[in-house]
């Protein structure tokens, strides 16, 4: 469960990495990081989903599209693992 | 200087048009110089204020805008880009500059100057909504250094609206825009303008090194100006002179096919010939479908005031851009499929009354103007989230405080 656990978290913040380019920037983020402050405007916000989406096999429903989804890593960690815990 | 409240603007456009555009488009093109004498003409009529609010009344909407803008593009399209882009930039200082900004309001009135935009910078892959060179505080004031490949009609300008990172800790998305005045003395040419097309724009690599007040700085984060005003009168204003240059070069066509010395009367017996003339006509009709309309969306969402949220609208960057798309593609359409009807000596040749080769020149750079590879690659994930909740992380505030 931890592993599993642990798997989704690197795998959220792989794609936050790539899509904030924070290895050009130098730069790096904690579970609690704001995501806004990392540079993810409207655009990278919606390449990001897309992203998720693929990587989890899941689709976010309209309740979870709004911007408290992508506050932070933990945020975007919680609605992933809900999508995949209903998936079964 | 403010003609607009007795004369419909749109027929000091057709004037410009006629008695000025006409006779130097020419001269402009084959020179690769700045239409002096067209911008001086603009400024003689007033032509030079549009979008800002007179006091005994006239029209600053985005339709008649528009309408302007073919008016003009369809006799030189250099000289009518220089306006449109011209426009947009007062366009911004209206709807959104502070007092500190209006002096430049003042003297577009009182002199004409022109206003330039300074959106391109190397390595940001022509996005518009990035920036990467931050404004630097130095002393009481910010530093302005930025590099910009292309910049139109820098040489003659008075001054420049620049988006730049709004500082060194900030990311690129974090875009502020910033007034520069050539008499701050730190503006460079740095090359020429050589292109197959659009020379009279004179869109030329810059360089800006000066030091400026804090309060040339907009308060207003980029992104707002942009959505709220730039991206639709750029999109639109460009669109319309594409369409414009296209619809002119028609009407110079067809307004002589049934002269007697026509060369082209033989063939008006042609079905086939007149439903290749026919077809081109429904390019320009749906160039003028889609302008309009996008238009009219845009005067309303004016007229009511709308909040900047209301611009965000997925459905409409969607529509904007491809107005932008379309146009690019179906003007330059048009003007091909015409020299492809007309032949070699009517079509392809320098200097003929119909001006073919030089619109063909002048538009092919509408698909490359911002590039339209970018816009579609955009629309294609818009499209993927539309009417979806999507709507709440694409419209929510940047959190970005307006500068104090």
Same mark, same amino acid.
């Given at each position: 469960?931890?592993?599993?656990?642990?798997?989704?978290?690197?795998?959220?913040?792989?794609?936050?990495?790539?899509?904030?380019?924070?290895?050009?920037?130098?730069?790096?983020?904690? +579970?609690?990081?704001?995501?806004?402050? *990392?540079?993810?405007?409207?655009?990278?916000?919606? &390449?990001? %989903?897309?992203?998720?989406? $693929?990587?989890?096999? +899941?689709?976010?429903?309209?309740?979870? *599209?709004?911007?408290?989804?992508?506050?932070?890593? &933990?945020? %975007?960690?919680?609605?992933? $693992?809900?999508?995949?815990?209903?998936?079964? | 200087?403010?003609?607009?409240?007795?004369?419909?603007?749109?027929?000091?456009?057709?004037?410009?048009?006629?008695?000025?555009?006409?006779?130097?488009?020419?001269?402009?093109?084959?020179?690769?110089?700045?239409?002096?004498?067209?911008?001086?003409?603009?400024?003689?009529?007033?032509?030079?204020?549009?979008?800002?609010?007179?006091?005994?009344?006239?029209?600053?909407?985005?339709?008649?805008?528009?309408?302007?803008?073919?008016?003009?593009?369809?006799?030189?399209?250099?000289?009518?880009?220089?306006?449109?882009?011209?426009?947009?930039?007062?366009?911004?200082?209206?709807?959104?500059?502070?007092?500190?900004?209006?002096?430049?309001?003042?003297?577009?009135?009182?002199?004409?100057?022109?206003?330039?935009?300074?959106?391109?910078?190397?390595?940001?892959?022509?996005?518009?909504?990035?920036?990467?060179?931050?404004?630097?505080?130095?002393?009481?004031?910010?530093?302005?250094?930025?590099?910009?490949?292309?910049?139109?009609?820098?040489?003659?300008?008075?001054?420049?609206?620049?988006?730049?990172?709004?500082?060194?800790?900030?990311?690129?998305?974090?875009?502020?825009?910033?007034?520069?005045?050539?008499?701050?003395?730190?503006?460079?040419?740095?090359?020429?303008?050589?292109?197959?097309?659009?020379?009279?724009?004179?869109?030329?690599?810059?360089?800006?090194?000066?030091?400026?007040?804090?309060?040339?700085?907009?308060?207003?984060?980029?992104?707002?100006?942009?959505?709220?005003?730039?991206?639709?009168?750029?999109?639109?204003?460009?669109?319309?002179?594409?369409?414009?240059?296209?619809?002119?070069?028609?009407?110079?066509?067809?307004?002589?096919?049934?002269?007697?010395?026509?060369?082209?009367?033989?063939?008006?017996?042609?079905?086939?010939?007149?439903?290749?003339?026919?077809?081109?006509?429904?390019?320009?009709?749906?160039?003028?479908?889609?302008?309009?309309?996008?238009?009219?969306?845009?005067?309303?969402?004016?007229?009511?005031?709308?909040?900047?949220?209301?611009?965000?609208?997925?459905?409409?960057?969607?529509?904007?851009?491809?107005?932008?798309?379309?146009?690019?593609?179906?003007?330059?359409?048009?003007?091909?499929?015409?020299?492809?009807?007309?032949?070699?000596?009517?079509?392809?040749?320098?200097?003929?009354?119909?001006?073919?080769?030089?619109?063909?020149?002048?538009?092919?750079?509408?698909?490359?103007?911002?590039?339209?590879?970018?816009?579609?690659?955009?629309?294609?994930?818009?499209?993927?989230?539309?009417?979806?909740?999507?709507?709440?992380?694409?419209?929510?505030?940047?959190?970005?405080?307006?500068?104090?």
């Amino acid at each position: 469960m931890t592993s599993t656990r642990d798997a989704i978290r690197e795998q959220i913040f792989d794609l936050l990495r790539h899509r904030l380019r924070l290895r050009q920037r130098q730069q790096d983020l904690t +579970i609690n990081s704001s995501l806004e402050a *990392l540079g993810l405007d409207s655009m990278t916000a919606i &390449e990001l %989903l897309l992203d998720l989406e $693929r990587t989890f096999g +899941i689709m976010l429903p309209d309740a979870l *599209l709004t911007a408290e989804t992508f506050r932070t890593p &933990e945020t %975007l960690e919680v609605a992933v $693992r809900s999508l995949l815990e209903a998936k079964g | 200087m403010d003609a607009f409240s007795e004369i419909d603007p749109i027929q000091l456009a057709v004037t410009a048009g006629q008695e000025t555009f006409r006779a130097w488009a020419s001269d402009v093109d084959a020179r690769n110089r700045f239409p002096h004498e067209s911008v001086e003409a603009l400024r003689r009529l007033g032509l030079l204020t549009y979008f800002m609010p007179r006091a005994n009344g006239g029209p600053t909407d985005f339709a008649t805008y528009c309408s302007i803008a073919a008016v003009l593009a369809e006799e030189c399209l250099s000289s009518a880009l220089i306006w449109a882009m011209h426009c947009q930039q007062v366009a911004i200082l209206v709807d959104h500059g502070g007092p500190e900004h209006k002096h430049v309001l003042d003297e577009v009135e009182r002199t004409g100057a022109l206003v330039a935009s300074v959106t391109t910078e190397a390595g940001k892959g022509g996005d518009l909504l990035t920036a990467r060179a931050p404004l630097l505080p130095e002393g009481d004031g910010v530093r302005v250094r930025r590099v910009a490949p292309i910049v139109s009609y820098a040489e003659y300008a008075a001054f420049f609206l620049l988006t730049m990172r709004s500082a060194e800790d900030r990311h690129e998305h974090d875009v502020s825009l910033v007034l520069v005045t050539r008499e701050d003395a730190g503006m460079t040419v740095t090359g020429n303008w050589n292109a197959m097309g659009a020379r009279g724009t004179r869109s030329v690599p810059v360089t800006f090194d000066l030091l400026v007040d804090n309060n040339r700085v907009f308060k207003k984060p980029f992104r707002q100006i942009a959505v709220q005003t730039l991206i639709p009168a750029a999109h639109l204003g460009w669109s319309a002179v594409w369409y414009g240059a296209a619809r002119g070069a028609f009407r110079r066509f067809v307004r002589q096919l049934r002269q007697p010395e026509n060369k082209f009367r033989a063939q008006l017996q042609s079905d086939l010939f007149l439903s290749r003339l026919a077809d081109l006509r429904v390019s320009l009709d749906l160039m003028d479908s889609m302008i309009t309309r996008a238009a009219a969306r845009i005067d309303s969402l004016r007229h009511s005031n709308a909040d900047v949220a209301s611009y965000e609208n997925i459905t409409l960057h969607i529509s904007l851009n491809n107005v932008k798309i379309a146009a690019s593609r179906l003007a330059f359409e048009v003007v091909d499929r015409l020299i492809e009807l007309c032949g070699l000596a009517q079509g392809y040749m320098k200097n003929t009354a119909l001006d073919l080769e030089r619109v063909f020149r002048d538009l092919r750079s509408a698909t490359l103007m911002y590039h339209n590879d970018r816009l579609l690659g955009a629309n294609g994930k818009l499209i993927l989230v539309e009417n979806s909740g999507a709507e709440a992380i694409w419209r929510r505030p940047d959190g970005l405080q307006p500068k104090t």
